[in-house]
T-cell receptor
Framework: DTGVSQDPRHKITKRGQNVTFRCDPISEHNRLYWYRQTLGQGPEFLTYFQNEAQLEKSRLLSDRFSAERPKGSFSTLEIQRTEQGDSAMYLC??????????FGPGTRLTVL | GDSVTQMEGPVTLSEEAFLTINCTYTATGYPSLFWYVQYPGEGLQLLLKATKADDKGSNKGFEATYRKETTSFHLEKGSVQVSDSAVYFCALSIWNYGGSQGNLIFGKGTKLSVKP
């Protein structure tokens, strides 16, 4: 399968714990985006990478959120000291440039 | 700021009924417009797109026309099927001469249920 993959698909954690999600984009897509989707809402943009450079991170929800794409291939999104309000679906999308983005299945985070 | 407003759901239709889901937008720059669909338990899939005014996007019997004068991009299908039951999202991305990150701005989504 050559689509965007995300791991894990589901994560349950306790408040205060750190979590890390991984996204593997479509091979050779140079742009990678992270979004958050809460129940009943559309996805909300968080950050994006052009190759390994993080070109926008001001939309990250707080300084507890960080993302990396160390070699311009896969990316990780980390949330430190999780809070119940962080419970959501975290989506990754990749793009070869241009208008179209291809989404992964998402990681559903539940913070107890 | 840039935003998308789409009709609230849920929308419930009988099979073979006509579907319209309204979408309007507010944007600076030159937006491209999209409809994404999310089937139960699956990720977002691009349904159709239009990149400039008066363009019509179409796919799987769905259509939407980019209307700059009314800032709208309404989704239509002449005869829905049970398999069309899903959540539909209208979205835009902005491309400026100065360069753009190209992130998508989504509406809240409209849930469609089609009954046999």
């Amino acid at each position: 399968d050559t689509g965007v993959s995300q791991d894990p698909r589901h994560k349950i954690t306790k408040r205060g714990q750190n979590v890390t999600f991984r996204c593997d984009p479509i091979s050779e897509h140079n742009r990678l985006y992270w979004y958050r989707q809460t129940l009943g809402q559309g996805p909300e943009f968080l950050t994006y990478f052009q190759n390994e450079a993080q070109l926008e991170k001001s939309r990250l929800l707080s300084d507890r959120f960080s993302a990396e794409r160390p070699k311009g291939s896969f990316s990780t999104l980390e949330i430190q000291r999780t809070e119940q309000g962080d419970s959501a679906m975290y989506l990754c999308a990749s793009s070869p440039g241009g208008h179209e983005q291809f989404f992964g299945p998402g990681t559903r985070l539940t913070v107890l | 700021g840039d935003s998308v407003t789409q009709m609230e759901g849920p929308v419930t239709l009988s099979e073979e009924a006509f579907l319209t889901i309204n979408c309007t937008y507010t944007a600076t720059g030159y937006p491209s417009l999209f409809w994404y669909v999310q089937y139960p338990g699956e990720g977002l899939q691009l349904l159709l797109k239009a990149t400039k005014a008066d363009d019509k996007g179409s796919n799987k019997g769905f259509e939407a026309t980019y209307r700059k004068e009314t800032t709208s991009f309404h989704l239509e299908k002449g005869s829905v099927q049970v398999s069309d039951s899903a959540v539909y999202f209208c979205a835009l991305s902005i491309w400026n001469y100065g360069g753009s990150q190209g992130n998508l701005i989504f509406g809240k989504g409209t849930k469609l249920s089609v009954k046999p």
